[in-house]
C-alpha cells in the first residue's frame, strides 16, 4: 500500500557532509495516507541493525547517540518526504541506511515498513 524509497549516499570522507532522502507514496491509487513517524536505521557489517533518527508527526525527534548533534531529520509533510542530514561524517558511520516509517491509512488501519536501503561509505 505505501513504499519508501530512499535517495542519497554514496562515498563522502571523514569530516564531510552528506544527505539522505526518503519519499512515502502509495503503491496502489485511491491510497490515501499521512506519516505518523519516519526515520532511519542503519546496519554495518557485523553489527546489529540500530536506530538512527525518527520524527514523529507532531515533530517528537529521536536520536541515536552516536549521532546526536551531527544528524539532524525534518520531514517535507508537502511531499511526504523525510531528510537525514548527516554532518561531520565519522568512518563509523559507514553502513546501510534504511528507511522506515509508519503511516495511517483510512479506516483507521496503519501500514509500517522499510525501504530498499542505501549504502553510505565514510572514507578515512
Known amino acids: 500500500q505505501v513504499q519508501l524509497v530512499e535517495s542519497g549516499g554514496g562515498l563522502v570522507q571523514a569530516g564531510g557532509s552528506s544527505r539522505l532522502s526518503c519519499t512515502a507514496s502509495?503503491?496502489?491509487?485511491?491510497?490515501?495516507?499521512?506519516?505518523?513517524?519516519i526515520g532511519w536505521d542503519r546496519q554495518a557489517p557485523g553489527k546489529q541493525r540500530e536506530l538512527v533518527a525518527s520524527v514523529t508527526s507532531d515533530g517528537t525527534t529521536v536520536y541515536a547517540d552516536s549521532v546526536k548533534g551531527r544528524f539532524t531529520i525534518y520531514v517535507d509533510t508537502s511531499k511526504k518526504t523525510a531528510y537525514l542530514q548527516m554532518d561531520s561524517l565519522k568512518t563509523e558511520d559507514t553502513a546501510v541506511y534504511y528507511c522506515?516509517?509508519?503511516?495511517?491509512?483510512?479506516?483507521?488501519?496503519?501500514?509500517?515498513?522499510w525501504g530498499r536501503g542505501t549504502q553510505v561509505t565514510v572514507s578515512p
Open positions: 502509495e503503491t496502489a491509487s485511491k491510497t490515501s495516507f499521512s506519516i505518523n513517524d
Open positions: 522506515t516509517g509508519e503511516m495511517q491509512l483510512g479506516h483507521g488501519h496503519t501500514w509500517a515498513g
